[in-house]
């Protein structure tokens, strides 16, 4: 496995970074994961300008320009000649001292693993999954805006604890005015009186990039989307529930706190948009060129 990190792919042992770099220190950093599908790198420019406006907003300087970052990514995957695979992309505030303050961080740390995927269990897909709502909150947007994918996951990991311990494998989050926001590392959809609504950015979720396909997706064939206001009443009665992720893709969800959603399957519309990111995922993105030397730059 070669793992890019700052301008140059080496091995996964040699890829390792300073106990003061402030991603570990801090967890001052962004991140992205990313998907690649029969060597196509699944809405890479949409990734790549998640991640620089995430930069952006926690006001870091990338070393490399987002054309320079696409390619380094392409020339990753390349390197170790997979055609399907998982890309975690890390950037932190770098190398700095004991203070938080990234005044002494001269440049960020860039990581880039391709790794293979660890897929959820195909019962997933074809019976759907229970959630339980997590006590945890979402941090609220007055705090640290929820479209910054920043590598602070404390809450979420909570919530995911007592997913696990529930014995689920999601957690619904809350906002911290008791509306929905999201799942630990989905969004969430329902299905209601034929219209598909999933909670509005400004109630605690992040801009998932799968999110995004999928509406367009239920745009294209005529169901109205609406991103709106969510509370668990809305949850409870949904005609149909599913989450979407990189990691997930489209996943039912068949029941929340012990209530079945719709009649305990995976619903038709879920089903439908599901068959549809399947086939949109190997076309649309950036195609990697496997011949391409394996040095990378800058
Ligand atoms: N919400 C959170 C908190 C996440 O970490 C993720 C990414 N796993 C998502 C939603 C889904 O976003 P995407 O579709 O871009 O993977």
């Known amino acids: 496995m070669l793992i890019y990190l700052n301008g140059k792919l080496v091995p996964r042992e040699q890829a390792?970074?300073?106990?003061?770099?402030?991603?570990?220190?801090?967890?001052?950093?962004?991140?992205?994961?990313?998907?690649?599908?029969?060597?196509?790198?699944?809405?890479?420019?949409?990734?790549?300008?998640?991640?620089?406006?995430?930069?952006?907003?926690?006001?870091?300087?990338?070393?490399?320009?987002?054309?320079?970052?696409?390619?380094?990514?392409?020339?990753?995957?390349?390197?170790?000649?997979k055609q399907d695979a998982y890309i975690r992309l890390v950037v932190s505030r770098g190398y700095g001292d004991l203070g938080i303050d990234p005044a002494k961080c001269e440049t960020p740390t860039v990581a880039i693993i391709v790794a293979s995927i660890v897929l959820y269990p195909a019962e997933y897909y074809d019976k759907g999954v229970p959630l339980i709502t997590s006590h945890i909150r979402r941090i609220p947007p007055e705090?640290?805006?929820?479209?910054i994918k920043s590598l602070n996951y404390m809450n979420n990991i909570l919530a995911k604890i007592d997913a696990r311990r529930a014995g689920v494998p999601e957690a619904l989050m809350l906002n911290s005015m008791g509306f929905v926001a999201e799942c630990t590392a989905d969004n969430i959809f329902i299905v209601k009186d034929g219209a598909l609504k999933t909670p509005d950015l400004l109630y605690g979720a992040l801009g998932g990039?799968?999110?995004?396909?999928?509406?367009?997706?239920?745009?294209?064939?005529?169901?109205?989307?609406?991103?709106?206001?969510l509370a668990m009443h809305d949850m409870y009665n949904a005609d149909e529930c599913f989450l979407t992720g990189t990691g997930a893709e489209v996943v039912p969800v068949i029941s929340i706190d012990g209530r079945q959603i719709g009649d305990g399957q995976p619903g038709a519309m879920t089903r439908q948009l599901s068959g549809a990111f399947a086939e949109l995922r190997v076309r649309d993105g950036i195609r990697v060129d496997y011949d391409v030397p394996t040095e990378v730059g800058p």
């Open 16 to 81: 390792v970074v300073s106990v003061f770099d402030h991603g570990f220190l801090y967890g001052d950093g962004v991140f992205e994961g990313i998907r690649v599908y029969d060597g196509n790198v699944f809405r890479l420019q949409e990734h790549i300008d998640r991640l620089y406006e995430s930069a952006k907003t926690i006001d870091m300087q990338l070393p490399l320009t987002p054309a320079e970052m696409i390619a380094a990514t392409l020339r990753t995957v390349a390197a170790n000649n």
């Open 209 to 229: 990039i799968t999110r995004g396909a999928v509406m367009e997706l239920a745009e294209q064939v005529g169901i109205g989307v609406k991103e709106t206001r």
């Open 143 to 147: 705090c640290l805006d929820p479209r």
